[in-house]
């Protein structure tokens, strides 16, 4: 069965400091992977996907960028955060065979920019 | 206002009541789902209904899509406590490259099941 793995968990981090936050899935080969970032009581926002590796498509312009070094591996990050990087990130993932659209999520990385 | 918008906002029944939930889109979709996030978790995956189908029902849940009036409404029968948690929808934009697709988030109805 394929798993999702997010790390860390949780996240303090000063403001100008780096980010590097890891994804990979298990158990499945050439997987859709999607960044997510979710603001305290709000909805998802879509921040980069990727249909394979090396393959970036960025949503929003912002202080982030991703990375697909491996197939299962997906790697989001900053050079210097700032406060308004807070916030709960999610990564998912999902087939690109059968028509099966639904997303897979991980357990989430929890960030607070100090 | 953005894509998904869910209605209402915050929901609180007494268990073994049933639980409505309402979702409203602006633009064409390919498919629209629901999610559940339990408090501090990732999110889990309910039901996919695309759009051609108009009601598609899993367990105690029952989904309708409207595509017409660009809404769906999520219905949870016999609720359990277990069911409380935060409720998504997401709509897929019709655009699909190599199966990804970009799912825009309602902000939630968060819906507490009290004993």
């Known amino acids: 069965s394929q798993t999702i793995h997010q790390w860390p968990a949780t996240l303090v981090q000063p403001v100008g400091s780096p980010l590097s936050l890891e994804c990979t899935v298990e158990g499945t080969s050439n997987p859709n992977l999607y960044w997510y970032r979710q603001a305290a009581g709000r909805g998802l926002q879509l921040l980069f996907y990727s249909v394979g590796i090396g393959q970036i498509s960025s949503e929003v312009p912002q202080n982030l960028s991703a990375s697909r070094p491996q197939d299962r591996q997906f790697i989001l990050s900053s050079k210097k955060l700032l406060l308004s990087d807070s916030g709960f990130y999610l990564c998912?993932?999902?087939?690109?065979?059968?028509?099966?659209?639904?997303?897979?999520f991980g357990p989430g990385t929890r960030l607070t920019v100090t | 206002s953005q894509q998904g918008e869910e209605d209402p906002q915050a929901l609180s029944i007494q268990e073994g009541e049933n639980a409505t939930m309402n979702c409203s889109y602006k633009t064409s979709i390919n498919n629209l789902q629901w999610y559940r996030q339990n408090s501090g978790r990732g999110l889990v995956h309910l039901i996919l209904?695309?759009?051609?189908?108009r009601e598609k029902h899993s367990g105690r849940l029952r989904v309708t899509l409207d595509t017409s009036k660009k809404s769906s409404s999520l219905l949870i029968t016999a609720s359990r406590a277990a069911d409380t948690a935060s409720y998504f929808c997401a709509t897929a934009l019709p655009i699909i490259i190599q199966g990804a697709q970009k799912l825009v988030f309602g902000q939630g109805t968060r819906l507490t099941i009290n004993p």
């Open positions: 209904i695309r759009s051609n189908e």
């Open positions: 998912a993932w999902n087939s690109q065979a059968g028509g099966w659209y639904e997303q897979y």
